[in-house]
């Protein structure tokens, strides 16, 4: 009896070993692509500003700040997303926000 008992506990341990193995890689991907976008949104910012005006803006304090604390944010951001990304992803969906899916799921793109 003990046998049958520990088996259903260890199949019961592999389940959620595998949900939460897909869980987190899904986060982690998903957060990757949060940093990735943030990163890309940094190069933008940059780019549009032109070549000079870019050297004068990051030998600055206010440009170093601004790149800074949007890298940053990129950063910080990623690893919360990899564990919180199913919550966020339902408050998006659910409260019928205005912001699109890829808004939702790269937001640096989106720096102006």
Do not use: H
């Amino acid at each position: 009896m003990e046998k049958t008992c520990s088996k259903a506990s260890s199949r019961g341990k592999d389940i959620l070993t595998v949900f939460n193995n897909a869980y987190t890689g899904i986060g982690v991907v998903l957060g990757m692509m949060l940093w990735l976008s943030y990163e890309i949104g940094c190069f933008k910012l940059c780019w549009l500003m032109g070549w000079k005006q870019t050297l004068w803006f990051l030998f600055s304090w206010k440009g170093i700040l601004i790149l800074s604390s949007i890298q940053m944010l990129g950063f910080l951001s990623a690893p919360i997303r990899a564990f919180l990304w199913l919550p966020s992803l339902l408050w998006w969906f659910f409260s019928g926000s205005p912001i699109s899916f890829f808004m939702w799921l790269m937001p640096g793109f989106f720096i102006k």
